[in-house]
């Protein structure tokens, strides 16, 4: 396959649907449940990990992929014949992913030349600019196009989530449980943000509902044009009603649903929404 392949790793939360569509290559970091080691999204599914979650009385621990595995995504796509590749990855002051990949792109070098960018994102932001990368490859861009289009990206994206509880937090040692419990009595719902590549608190709503109408007030007070978005499902029983907040400002069957996998899934919790867009 001529042209430019697009890899990145299993904390994007893209549906396979659309790494098989697109060809996008994806390396897989690590989940560790105590003394047993899983592959993210190969050993087990979003729907399974956050079961296990539930039963488990601490967080698991993620561990990024070794340079080895992403040589061999590198290799693979030399070997079908790509003229180079784009690997775009989770932010890296949340991860040593991108440092993996970078040590990969100098064992492969006499192969071929890869480019690797830091999204200073997560979950489905890191999806969006992959995406944004992949069209500008399906344009027939040239490997410096690729890495431009998907650096560009990383300016114009945009993450917010709300938590449906702040347990994982708490278990993670992030917040102390006094102030898990006051945050528990008074219904907070905490709203983080993806800002300058790291998770931050953002808002902090009263209510459930005040927490998802604040996401779509997000999208609705932004001076640009929301040119793609996602949303992304932590296992939420109220989806479904998110969405129908959201179609008013933003056309359901343009919206890509994501299922929030282990990456932040383990800090963020059961119960997570979030949205991630792209600004013109």
């Known amino acids: 396959m001529a042209g430019i392949r697009i890899v990145t790793d299993s904390s994007c939360d893209l549906p396979p649907a659309l790494c098989e569509q697109h060809g996008i290559g994806v390396v897989s970091l690590t989940i560790r449940f105590g003394e047993e080691e899983l592959v993210d999204r190969v050993d087990f599914t979003p729907a399974q990990f956050w079961e296990r979650c539930a039963a488990s009385p601490v967080l698991p621990e993620t561990a990024a992929p070794s340079p080895g595995a992403f040589e061999a995504a590198f290799r693979a796509a030399a070997d079908a014949g790509a003229d180079g590749v784009v690997c775009v990855n989770i932010s890296s002051k949340l991860s040593a992913t991108s440092q993996a990949a970078e040590a990969a792109a100098l064992l492969v070098a006499d192969a071929i030349p890869v480019r690797v960018v830091d999204s200073e994102s997560v979950t489905m932001g890191l999806g969006m600019i992959v995406l944004a990368a992949v069209r500008s490859a399906e344009a027939g861009g040239t490997l410096d196009d690729v890495a431009g289009a998907a650096r560009a990206a990383a300016t114009r994206c945009r993450v917010f989530g709300t938590l449906d509880t702040l347990e994982n937090l708490k278990k993670g040692g ?107």
């Not at 719902?189 to 998802?212: C, L, Y």
């Not at 998110?242 to 179609?247: C, E, K, N, T, Y």
Request: without cysteine.
């Open 174 to 280: 992030r917040i102390g449980g006094a102030k898990a419990l006051v945050a528990s009595l008074l219904s907070i719902k905490p709203v983080i943000v993806v800002e300058n590549g790291k998770v931050e608190e953002g808002a902090k709503p009263r209510t459930r509902s005040r927490a998802m109408k604040y996401l779509v007030e997000r999208i609705t007070s932004e001076p640009g044009t929301i040119e793609h978005l996602a949303v992304m499902n932590g296992g939420a029983p109220d989806i479904e009603a998110f969405l129908d907040l959201l179609a008013p400002v933003f056309p359901r069957d343009q919206i890509v649903l994501a299922d929030l996998g282990a990456v932040i899934g383990a800090h963020s919790g059961l119960g997570t929404i979030g949205i991630a867009y792209l600004v013109a």
